[in-house]
C-alpha cells in the first residue's frame, strides 16, 4: 500500500509505552470499582485528499498508537483529479 519507515525505537516511548493502544478514559464518580459497563462501537474513519496527505496522516496516527497502517484500506481514487480516500473502521469501548 504505502512505503512505510517503521518509527524509530525510542521514538514516542514516553507518551506511549503500550502496544499499540489507547488507555481507556480514568473512570471517576461512584463507579470507580469498575462496575460500569463497557459496549463495543463501530467508528469508521475516511481520510480524503492527496496520497501523500493520507499516507502522512496514517503515519502520525500509527505513531501515537491509534490504528495500524495496515488496518486502513488501499487508497481509492475519487470523483476529483488528485484526490484519493482510505478508510479505517475501528471498534471501540465506550462507557
Do not use: C, V
Amino acid at each position: 500500500m504505502f512505503d512505510y519507515l517503521e518509527p524509530e525505537a525510542n521514538d514516542h516511548q514516553e507518551t506511549n509505552p503500550g502496544a499499540g493502544s489507547l488507555p481507556l478514559p480514568p473512570r471517576s464518580g461512584a463507579n470507580d470499582k469498575g462496575t460500569r459497563p463497557l459496549n463495543p462501537e463501530k467508528l469508521r474513519h475516511l481520510l480524503y485528499g492527496s496520497r501523500a496527505a493520507i499516507d502522512r496522516t496514517i503515519k502520525i496516527l500509527h505513531a501515537h498508537g491509534y490504528a495500524d497502517p495496515n488496518d486502513w484500506s488501499d487508497p481509492m481514487p475519487t470523483d476529483q483529479p488528485g484526490q484519493w480516500m482510505a478508510i479505517l473502521t475501528k471498534t471501540l469501548l465506550m462507557e
